[in-house]
């Protein structure tokens, strides 16, 4: 009697525990250049303090973290493919998506090839030369927000990445990775701004080029749709939603700076 007492008991509070955990948590569905920028690392305990939550990331390549929110492995969808997100809630896996906030993306490379870029004002251009010259170049190649739109300029370059030689590389890889490959290899990648600020190994590596709009690298936050995930914390992910685009969250992101450098913009009222 008394064992089947303690048994009742132990389910009792195994149960009770998960449901107060997962009341007391936030899982987001991230990028991971949002994660190695630090941009996590800087706003989320603003959030669990005011709200008392837990929040925890699962950074992935965008195309991943969308298929991690289809599937419902996460509460919350913040990602950088405009055209995907859209289309996550056009087919009801999401009820709104919304634009979070942006900064640009960038080619990094060798010191040695920055005379080479000085007089190129169009990214496809600058996609060009690379092709042109056989600069050995690093694609992170996983389907992310920056692999797409990588991909796209090379499109719009009338340069098909499949039928090219052994000087492109692609490594399947999130954006720290990418970055420490390429230079340890003398090699070009393509990069989101805030992820190079704050990357340390830098080495002899530059910003070779940055000066084209098509690089715009916009930011989404999409909820996933109730009665898609039924599993899922809706509530603390829509408390973090409407937190992270009121005045105080956009405020906070234009906040985030490094060494005086916002690595973000917030436009949650802009262009949505």
Same mark, same amino acid.
């Not at 998960?18 to 949002?34: A, G, P, V």
């Not at 669990?48 to 008392?52: A, D, H, L, P, Y």
């Not at 056009?90 to 709104?96: L, W």
């Not at 170049?137 to 996983?142: E, L, Q």
């Given at each position: 009697?008394k064992?089947?007492?303690k048994?009742i008991f132990?389910i %009792?509070?195994?149960?009770?525990s998960?449901?107060? =955990? &997962?009341? !007391? +948590?936030?899982?987001?569905?991230?990028?991971?250049?949002?994660r190695?920028? @630090? %941009? =996590?690392?800087y706003?989320?305990p603003?959030f669990?303090?005011?709200?008392?939550i837990?929040t925890?990331?699962?950074?992935?390549?965008? @195309?991943?973290?969308i298929? #991690?929110a289809k599937?419902?492995?996460g509460?919350?969808?913040?990602?950088h493919?405009? $055209?995907?997100e859209?289309? %996550?809630v056009?087919?009801?896996?999401? *009820?709104?998506r $919304?634009?979070l906030?942006? #900064?640009?993306?960038?080619?990094?490379?060798?010191?040695k090839?920055?005379?080479?870029f000085?007089?190129?004002?169009?990214v496809?251009?600058?996609?060009?030369?690379?092709?042109?010259?056989k600069l050995k170049?690093?694609?992170?190649?996983?389907k992310? @927000? +920056?692999?797409? !739109?990588?991909?796209?300029?090379?499109s719009?370059?009338?340069?098909d990445?499949?039928?090219?030689? &052994?000087?492109?590389l692609?490594?399947? /890889?999130?954006m720290g990775s990418?970055?420490n490959?390429a230079?340890?290899?003398?090699?070009?990648?393509? !990069?989101d701004s805030? +992820?190079?600020l704050?990357?340390?190994?830098? /080495? !002899?590596?530059? *910003?070779?080029?940055?000066?084209? +709009?098509?690089?715009?690298?916009?930011? @989404?936050i999409?909820?996933i749709?109730?009665? =898609?995930?039924?599993?899922?914390?809706?509530?603390n992910?829509?408390?973090?939603?409407?937190?992270?685009?009121s005045?105080?969250? /956009?405020?906070?992101?234009?906040?985030?700076?490094y060494?005086n450098?916002?690595?973000?913009?917030?436009?949650?009222?802009e262009?949505?």
């Open positions: 009697m064992l089947l007492i048994t132990v %009792f509070f195994v149960s009770f998960k449901i107060l =955990y &997962s009341e !007391s +948590t936030l899982k987001i569905l991230s990028t991971t250049s949002t190695d920028s @630090g %941009f =996590y690392a706003i989320l603003f669990e303090e005011k709200f008392n837990q925890f990331t699962i950074s992935t390549g965008t @195309g991943q973290a298929m #991690n599937n419902c492995n509460d919350i969808l913040i990602t493919a405009k $055209n995907l859209n289309k %996550f056009e087919e009801n896996y999401g *009820i709104s $919304n634009n906030m942006y #900064n640009n993306f960038i080619i990094i490379g060798p010191s090839f920055k005379s080479l000085l007089s190129i004002t169009d496809k251009d600058a996609f060009k030369l690379i092709y042109e010259k170049f690093v694609s992170r190649g996983d992310s @927000g +920056t692999h797409i !739109s990588e991909k796209k300029i090379w719009r370059a009338d340069i990445v499949n039928k090219i030689g &052994s000087w492109y692609k490594v399947g /890889q999130g990418t970055l490959i230079i340890a290899m003398d090699a070009l990648t393509y !990069s805030a +992820t190079w704050k990357f340390s190994n830098k /080495q !002899s590596h530059k *910003i070779l080029f940055n000066e084209d +709009t098509m690089m715009m690298n916009q930011y @989404g999409v909820l749709n109730p009665k =898609y995930c039924n599993n899922i914390n809706h509530n992910a829509r408390l973090f939603h409407d937190w992270i685009l005045n105080e969250g /956009q405020s906070l992101i234009r906040n985030y700076k060494e450098t916002s690595l973000f913009t917030p436009n949650y009222k262009n949505n």
